[in-house]
């Protein structure tokens, strides 16, 4: 399995970004998947997540800003990320959901994409 993210950067308070994941290795359409983040110093946390038929959940703290989606056909998630704010940075990084992929035992991530927003 591959986790691929993308689409992170700096931004503004207030401002927007739309991240993506591409998966390849596993067949994509059965899955659930989440979002996940890290902040400097904290634990890592989900944000949001989507089942194989596009039911959603989010975090209280992002709910109303963030929308998580998916395009089975293309094996890739996207999170939209609108009015963000300084408590946003963080790596964020794509995996199943509730429990991410593991490979030979261990918990497998991708790279993530780093997202820091400016007061």
């Known amino acids: 399995v591959q986790l691929v993210e993308s689409g992170g950067g700096l931004v503004q308070f207030g401002g927007s970004l739309r991240l993506s994941c591409v998966v390849s290795g596993t067949i994509f359409d059965i899955l659930s998947m989440g979002w996940y983040r890290q902040a400097p110093g904290k634990q890592r946390e989900l944000v949001a997540s989507i089942t194989r038929s596009g039911m959603t959940n989010y975090a209280e703290s992002v709910k109303g800003r963030f929308t998580i989606s998916r395009d089975n056909a293309k094996n890739t998630m996207y999170l939209q990320m609108n009015s963000l704010t300084p408590e946003g940075t963080a790596i964020y990084s794509c995996?199943?959901?509730?429990?991410?992929?593991?490979?030979?035992?261990?918990?497998?991530w991708g790279q993530g994409t780093q997202v820091t927003v400016s007061p």
């Open positions: 995996n199943l959901d509730p429990e991410p992929f593991k490979i030979r035992g261990r918990y497998y």
